[in-house]
């Protein structure tokens, strides 16, 4: 491929015929089981928003493959990730999911150790401690925690890189001016998908689908219509260069404001925005393999995803809003709301579908279109995973 520094010409097409990862990818045990190690178990994962976790001795449990962290919030305030498993046999340590510790202890549910919620092992409560035991020896296993804009990631490797800030895509969209961490959930919208997580984001990073797919979408955002993400996504883009329909230029038809049924926002936006960030209609950020974000100019939508199997993925989609757009009385979510359940829906869907047809003996590998050009990136990235965790295992 060209490299990109020496490229005149914006076209973001793919110049050759790029091969899809291989159909074992999407379903073979084996191959998720690399996903997990390569991916889950060494990236920053969202689990949840900060807020969710506000009050002391809150907690939550994640799955993350076969992993189960605990995150709660100590008696001081900070958050803190465990594995959820005591160091003395094994036990599972939590068993609900969420809510409120009863007490600043730890305390494991088969013959009760009890770890101090910075994870110390403080009580073990046998006859007498055995020589060359020492509890100093013996705490919760951590999990690194990182903060990123009011959302909280995990990452399960035992020397993580960088920051959750620091997974961010390269091209992600910058949300500074989305007040993110001041924002309250309004709607959560939950569905596991019969789909290899993999399908999900290729579906995400391609608009090709959407024309047939999309329908509402597709005429909200009219280059979406065309089966294109962005101008230059157009080998004949030179030929309307200069013309703003939102057609060639991307944003919204004209009149709408936000990503809604009849495409009316809030009456509270987020005036912190640019002229640009406004007329954008939609701004992505990614954080890859856990989550987007999308801005809106009234409100913020994020997607999590969490592997639960080979071809099982569990999708949680929430809908962040201004505190005063929540207690507005009248206030249309559901113009907003039922608008994106119906986009996820409808990808869902297709993801479904795609996952079916991967079965078929002779289907070893597809072939991608020009302008999957971001689901030819994605793969690579996906097999840069794999190549680093087999050079260190
Ligand atoms: S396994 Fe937890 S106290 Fe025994
Ligand atoms: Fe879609």
Redesign the pocket.
């Given at each position: 491929m060209t490299p990109e520094s020496v490229k005149s010409d914006p076209y973001n097409g793919l110049p050759s015929a790029e091969p899809t990862l291989p159909s074992s990818a999407y379903w073979d045990p084996a191959e998720y089981q690399r996903d997990l190690e390569a991916i889950w178990y060494r990236d920053w994962i969202m689990v949840c928003r900060e807020a969710d976790l506000s009050q002391p001795l809150a907690y939550r449990v994640f799955t993350i493959g076969s992993q189960q962290v605990l995150v709660l919030r100590d008696e001081h305030g900070e958050l803190r990730a465990f594995h959820n498993t005591?160091r003395?046999?094994?036990?599972q340590?939590c068993r609900g999911s969420e809510g409120r510790l009863k007490a600043r202890l730890l305390t494991?549910p088969?013959?009760?150790?009890s770890y101090s919620l910075r994870g110390d092992l403080v009580r073990v409560p046998s006859k007498s401690l055995p020589e060359g035991f020492d509890k100093a020896d013996y705490p919760l296993y951590p999990v690194a925690l990182s903060l990123w804009r009011g959302f909280v990631f995990v990452n399960l490797s035992p020397e993580p890189a960088g920051t959750a800030a620091h997974a961010l895509d390269r091209d992600s969209a910058d949300l500074t001016n989305w007040p993110l961490e001041g924002l309250v959930t309004g709607h959560v919208f939950t569905k596991v998908m019969a789909c290899n997580w993999k399908i999900f984001w290729e579906n995400f990073n391609e608009c090709l689908h959407c024309p047939g797919v999309h329908k509402h979408l597709s005429a909200l955002v009219p280059i979406y219509g065309r089966g294109l993400m962005a101008r230059h996504d157009d080998p004949q883009w030179a030929l309307h260069a200069d013309n703003d329909e939102p057609q060639y230029a991307g944003g919204l038809r004209a009149g709408a404001q936000t990503w809604s049924h009849d495409g009316r926002a809030l009456r509270h936006t987020f005036n912190g925005l640019s002229e640009r960030e406004r007329t954008a209609g939609q701004s992505y950020a990614m954080n890859l393999p856990s989550m987007f974000v999308v801005g809106h100019v009234d409100y913020v939508r994020t997607v999590r995803l969490v592997p639960l199997g080979p071809e099982l993925t569990e999708l949680t989609a929430e809908w962040l809003f201004l505190p005063e757009a929540l207690e507005e009385p009248g206030a249309d979510l559901d113009n907003i709301v039922a608008f994106g359940t119906t986009v996820l829906e409808e990808d869902a869907a297709v993801c479904e579908i795609n996952q079916r047809g991967l079965h078929a003996r002779p289907h070893r590998a597809g072939v991608l279109m020009p302008e999957e050009y971001d689901l030819h990136r994605f793969h690579e990235w996906v097999r840069a995973a794999h190549r680093r965790a087999a050079a260190s295992p």
């Open positions: 005591c003395h046999r094994g036990s340590l494991c088969y013959h009760a150790w």
